[in-house]
């Protein structure tokens, strides 16, 4: 079968923008393209979640047997974010970025800590994740993880695709 210059073409462009994620990577000017979640409201957050505290959220309409296969972490190979180490700023960008990279995908796991490294043992990490993922447009559910999977320190996110 012979591919034509047209189709040729149109596969280039496709597959010439999509570069593996690396979160390492310093920011460039790609934010628009990679879809940054713009509308973000970033104010302070009042009610810090604590590291042990089980999170979970949905939206009107959310499927009952998605939250239940995120509660029971029965999730196939989902890709895997990891934010130890970074500010909150720098993990909703990060986020961002993943979110829009795996739109296609239904569920991907947050790992975002437990913030056991503060003296009053809140979570500034995850309070901030939780609070970024209430806000974005594609996130339809949320729940925190079975301890196999990172427990109180991590979220299965169920996306709109």
Same mark, same amino acid.
């Given at each position: !079968?012979?591919?034509?210059?047209e189709?040729?073409?149109?596969?280039?462009?496709?597959?010439?923008?999509?570069?593996?994620?690396?979160?390492?990577?310093?920011?460039?000017?790609?934010?628009q393209?990679?879809?940054?979640? #713009?509308? +973000?409201?970033?104010?302070?957050?009042?009610?810090?979640?604590?590291?042990?505290?089980?999170?979970? +959220?949905?939206?009107?309409?959310? *499927? *009952?047997? !998605?939250?239940?296969?995120?509660?029971?972490?029965?999730?196939?190979?989902?890709?895997?974010?990891?934010?130890?180490?970074?500010?909150?700023? #720098?993990? @909703?960008?990060?986020?961002?970025?993943?979110? +829009?990279?795996?739109?296609?995908?239904?569920?991907?796991?947050?790992?975002?800590?437990?913030?056991?490294?503060? #003296?009053?043992?809140?979570?500034?990490?995850?309070?901030?994740?939780?609070h970024?993922?209430?806000?974005? *447009?594609?996130?339809?559910?949320?729940?925190? @993880? *079975?301890?196999?999977?990172?427990?109180?320190?991590?979220?299965?996110?169920?996306?709109?695709?």
């Amino acid at each position: !079968m012979k591919i034509n210059k047209e189709d040729s073409q149109l596969f280039r462009s496709a597959v010439d923008d999509n570069a593996p994620f690396d979160k390492d990577a310093q920011p460039s000017n790609h934010t628009q393209k990679w879809g940054i979640f #713009e509308s +973000y409201d970033n104010t302070t957050i009042a009610n810090n979640l604590l590291s042990g505290d089980v999170v979970a +959220y949905k939206k009107n309409g959310t *499927p *009952p047997r !998605m939250i239940k296969r995120m509660k029971q972490g029965k999730i196939p190979h989902p890709p895997v974010l990891d934010l130890h180490g970074q500010t909150a700023s #720098e993990a @909703c960008k990060t986020l961002a970025k993943f979110i +829009y990279q795996h739109q296609n995908r239904q569920f991907i796991h947050v790992i975002h800590g437990k913030g056991h490294h503060n #003296e009053n043992k809140t979570s500034v990490l995850k309070t901030q994740v939780v609070h970024f993922l209430k806000q974005h *447009p594609q996130i339809l559910a949320f729940n925190s @993880c *079975p301890a196999r999977d990172g427990g109180t320190g991590a979220l299965f996110v169920f996306l709109k695709h």
